[in-house]
């Protein structure tokens, strides 16, 4: 099956620091991702569409300053928590949309933990 | 918008017993396609079987199978022969048959299934 790879899987950062988050798809070009938010105990909130080439569409109610993204290649998909706080603490999941025949199929990450301390 | 519901927070069921996880949503279009998906410890989203709307066939994947009422807007999921690795949480969820942006999926809020010997 297809694989997409995100990294780090753990990240611990400071009050104030910047976070990069990676979303790649290693056996297959995605012109769209998404990224999710997971509280613990909680279902998957999307956060953002990635589209390549273009300006992401981020979901009501999220920072676009805040929670950066940057589809720079069809293969690659970035999320970057700015300033982050330990409110920003969660597990971030990126998924990537494969195109079938007659539709697309989309493939997860194993997801980021951060930490914001 | 569409909305995803689990009534179902928590159930636990014996080993190779059967269990069936209920999942009801609401959407204005005709054709779609619904989702199950598993979420063990690790916290890999794994797909566990997909119901494309204009199918009236209900979908199986050897122990997992599901109940789809279209005009109920119900998609319910049977897990037979349950094993220990069933244990996870499970997500129902919703996509539109519009691709582009259109294709993010929603999610119902899981439902945590244990399995027990």
């Known amino acids: 099956g297809a694989v997409v790879s995100q990294h780090p899987s753990r990240v611990i950062c400071k009050s104030g620091t910047s976070v990069k988050i990676e979303c790649r798809s290693l056996d297959f070009q995605a012109t769209t991702m998404f990224w999710y938010r997971q509280f613990p105990k909680q279902s998957l909130m999307l956060m953002a569409t990635s589209n390549e080439g273009s300006k992401a569409t981020y979901e009501q109610g999220v920072e676009k300053d805040k929670f950066l993204i940057n589809h720079a290649s069809l293969t690659l998909s970035t999320l970057t928590v700015t300033s982050a706080h330990p409110e920003d603490s969660s597990f971030y999941i990126c998924?990537?949309?494969?195109?079938?025949?007659?539709?697309?199929?989309?493939?997860f990450g194993q997801g980021t933990r951060l930490t914001v301390v | 918008a569409q909305t995803v519901t689990q009534s179902q927070p928590e159930m636990s069921v014996q080993e190779a017993e059967t269990v069936t996880l209920s999942c009801t949503y609401d959407?204005?279009?005709?054709?779609?396609?619904l989702f199950w998906y598993k979420q063990p410890p690790s916290r890999q989203m794994i797909l566990v079987i997909r119901q494309e709307a204009y199918k009236q066939q209900n979908a199986t994947e050897n122990r997992f199978s599901v109940n789809f009422q279209k005009a109920a807007k119900s998609f319910s999921l049977k897990i037979s022969d349950s094993q220990l690795g069933d244990t996870a949480m499970y997500f129902c969820?919703?996509?539109?048959?519009?691709?582009?942006?259109?294709?993010?999926?929603?999610f119902g809020t899981g439902t945590r299934l244990q399995v027990t010997l």
């Open positions: 969820a919703f996509r539109s048959s519009y691709t582009g942006t259109a294709s993010k999926l929603t």
């Open positions: 959407t204005s279009e005709n054709n779609y396609y």
């Open positions: 998924s990537a949309l494969r195109l079938r025949s007659t539709d697309t199929e989309a493939f």
